[in-house]
C-alpha cells in the first residue's frame, strides 16, 4: 500500500486542503502600506487602503477565510480604538466585503494590540479585571458586527466573555454573526514573532494568570465545554503543534467544528530551518499542517496558507 505515490494517494486516511485554510493578517493605521514583517518571513503589515488587494490575492487562491489583527494609531489603558466605528479593523472589514464579499472575514476580539500596558483586559491594582473586560470585548465584537465582520474570535480567554458576545450579538440583531472561541489558548513560548508583528508584548507581567498553563489538558476540556454551553460556534486550540493530544481530545469529545491555529512561532522555526538549508521547506510544512488535521482539527489557521493553496493550483 506505499509502493508507488498513486497508491499511497488512494489510500491516503488524512488530506490538507485548501478549504481548510484561513491566513491571518495585519492591518494598521496609515495608508499606501504593505510593509514587511521582520519577525515573520513573507508576512506584512497592510493598511485598510491596501488589505483588499491582499484579500483578493487570498480569494483567488481559493481560501476561504481570512482572520484579521489590528495595529491602531493610538492606544489607551482600556483600548478604546478597538470598538471605534472608524478604527482600522472596522475599515479593514467594509474594504474588504465591498471587494470581496464572497471571502469570509473573522476578526481577533481582544484588547491586547490596543491596550496601552498590552494586557488584554483593563487592569485593576495590577491585575487583569474579568468582568468589565468582558463588558469592553462585546463592544468590540458589535462594532466588528456593525461593519460586515462574518464571525468573531474572541482571544483573551476572560471567563464568560463568549456569554457577554453572544447576548450583545443576539440583542442587536447580529444572530447570523458567529463566534469562533480561542477556548484552550495556553501561555505559550511560541507567540514570541507575532507578539512583535502585533506590537502587544504586555508591558509588565506576564498572560499566565489568565491564558492556560501548558502542563494542563482537562481543564482544557472544561474551557471548551464552558464555551460551547455560552455560544461559540467554533472552538479553537492554540497552539497547534504543541497541543495536538489536545486537539484530538476535543475531536473525540466535542461535536463541532475544531479549529486550531499553527501559531508564529511554529511557523518561522519551519522557515528558519529551510532558509539555514536544514531541511525542505515545503515538505515540512505540509507534515505539520498534515499532523494538525490528523489530530482532528477542522480549520487550519496558518501563515502558510498561500503557500500551501499555491501547491494545489500548480
Not at 482571544?155 to 454573526?177: H, Q, T, Y
Not at 498553563?213 to 465545554?225: G, V
Request: hydrophobic share 45%.
Amino acid at each position: 500500500m506505499r509502493s508507488s505515490p498513486s497508491i499511497r494517494r488512494l489510500v491516503r486516511e488524512t488530506v490538507v486542503g485548501v478549504d481548510d485554510l484561513v491566513y491571518p493578517l495585519f492591518v494598521r493605521e496609515g495608508e499606501g502600506i504593505k510593509e514587511p514583517i521582520a519577525s515573520m518571513t513573507g508576512c506584512f503589515h497592510f493598511s485598510p487602503d491596501t488589505i483588499a488587494a491582499e484579500a483578493a490575492e487570498v480569494a483567488s487562491l481559493g481560501i476561504p477565510a481570512v482572520l484579521l489583527f489590528g495595529l491602531p494609531g493610538k492606544k489607551d489603558e482600556i483600548g478604546s480604538e478597538a470598538w471605534a466605528e472608524d478604527g482600522v479593523v472596522q475599515r479593514a472589514i467594509r474594504e474588504i466585503k465591498q471587494a470581496m464579499p464572497e471571502l469570509l472575514v473573522i476578526t481577533d476580539v481582544c484588547l491586547c494590540e490596543f491596550t496601552s500596558h498590552g494586557h488584554c483586559g483593563v487592569i485593576r491594582e495590577g491585575k487583569v479585571d474579568n468582568d468589565p473586560t468582558c463588558e469592553l470585548l462585546a463592544k468590540m465584537a458589535l462594532s466588528h458586527a456593525q461593519a460586515g465582520v462574518d464571525i468573531v474570535a474572541p482571544s483573551d480567554m476572560m471567563d464568560g466573555r463568549v456569554k457577554s458576545i453572544r447576548e450583545a450579538l443576539e440583542e442587536n440583531d447580529f444572530k447570523e454573526v458567529a463566534i469562533m472561541s480561542y477556548a484552550a489558548k495556553y501561555a505559550s513560548a511560541f507567540y514570541g514573532p507575532f507578539r512583535d508583528a502585533a506590537e502587544s508584548a504586555p508591558a509588565f507581567g506576564d498572560r499566565r494568570a489568565y491564558q492556560m498553563d501548558p502542563a494542563n489538558s482537562d481543564q482544557a476540556m472544561a474551557e471548551i465545554a464552558l464555551d460551547i454551553q455560552e455560544g461559540a460556534d467554533i472552538v479553537m486550540v492554540k497552539p497547534a503543534l504543541a497541543y495536538l493530544d489536545i486537539i484530538y481530545r476535543a475531536r473525540q469529545r466535542f461535536d463541532c467544528p475544531i479549529a486550531a491555529y499553527n501559531v508564529s512561532g511554529e511557523y518561522m522555526m519551519v522557515k528558519s530551518s529551510a532558509a539555514a538549508g536544514l531541511s525542505d521547506e515545503r515538505a515540512t510544512m505540509m507534515e505539520v499542517l498534515t499532523a494538525i488535521k490528523r489530530a482532528g482539527a477542522d480549520i487550519l489557521i496558518t501563515y502558510f496558507a498561500k503557500d500551501v493553496a499555491r501547491i494545489f493550483s500548480e
